[in-house]
């Protein structure tokens, strides 16, 4: 079946540090993937997105590739602001379109 | 409504008591699902609607859970006889059609079991 694994936390950094989140994912077929953040208290939103291999999904300065021949799609930001801290999850959808999730990877910035 | 409405927001049952929890998706979405989330874990997906056909139930976790979504629009995930393990936050989600890749979440609700 479909799997999502990404990196533990807490992963934690000073403002303005360039930040690396890993997702690796095991799926058939070709599926859609994607990056969700949760701000505290607040539900799940869709960061980022791409739906076919060596697409790049970007937003708010975050981006992340498709990888398909190393099946990943880490995330990346040049340069952290303390209003990125949330927790991260990367997501996978694929033939079923019932998207599966990471166990999710927070991420603290220090000013 | 401007996005996915879930209520109540907190709710704190003793074992062994029945739960209802609601989920308002957004005006028009077709896709509705139900996730659950432990702490420090992702959501984990439990059932599946398109309209008001639940597609997919593979993942309830037991026959004490149940859910519903008669109109296709509100929907209604209840949990009967709860035990401790049931204690997580459970999330909803909504997204416009079958495939559509963008689902839109709640900001769930936190059940608390003593």
């Known amino acids: 079946g479909n799997s999502v694994t990404q990196m533990e936390g807490p992963v934690t950094l000073s403002e303005e540090a360039f930040l690396t989140i890993n997702c690796t994912y095991t799926?058939?077929?070709?599926?859609?993937l994607f990056w969700y953040v949760q701000y505290p208290g607040e539900g799940l939103q869709l960061l980022l997105k791409?739906?076919?291999?060596?697409d790049k999904g970007s937003n708010k300065g975050f981006e992340a590739t498709y990888r398909k021949e190393t099946t990943s799609f880490h995330l990346e930001k040049g340069s952290v602001q303390v209003s990125d801290s949330a927790v991260y999850f990367c997501a996978l959808s694929g033939g079923s379109y019932i998207p599966t999730f990471g166990r999710g990877t927070s991420l603290i910035v220090h000013p | 409504g401007a996005g996915v409405s879930q209520s109540p927001r907190y709710k704190v049952a003793k074992r062994g008591q029945d739960v209802a929890l609601r989920c308002d998706p957004i005006?028009?979405?077709?896709?509705l699902f139900w996730y659950q989330q432990a702490l420090g874990q992702g959501p984990e997906f439990l059932t599946y609607?398109?309209?008001?056909?639940?597609?997919?139930k593979s993942g309830l976790p037991s026959d004490r859970f149940f859910a519903e979504r008669p109109e296709g629009s509100v929907s209604t995930l209840k949990i009967q006889r709860t035990q401790q393990e049931d204690s997580a936050v459970y999330l909803c989600?909504?997204?416009?059609?079958?495939?559509?890749?963008?689902?839109?979440f709640g900001q769930g609700t936190r059940l608390t079991v003593v």
């Open positions: 989600a909504s997204s416009l059609a079958p495939g559509d890749s963008e689902a839109f």
């Open positions: 005006s028009g979405h077709v896709s």
């Open positions: 799926a058939t077929g070709y599926p859609s």
């Open positions: 791409a739906t076919k291999a060596d």
């Open positions: 609607f398109q309209n008001e056909a639940q597609l997919d």
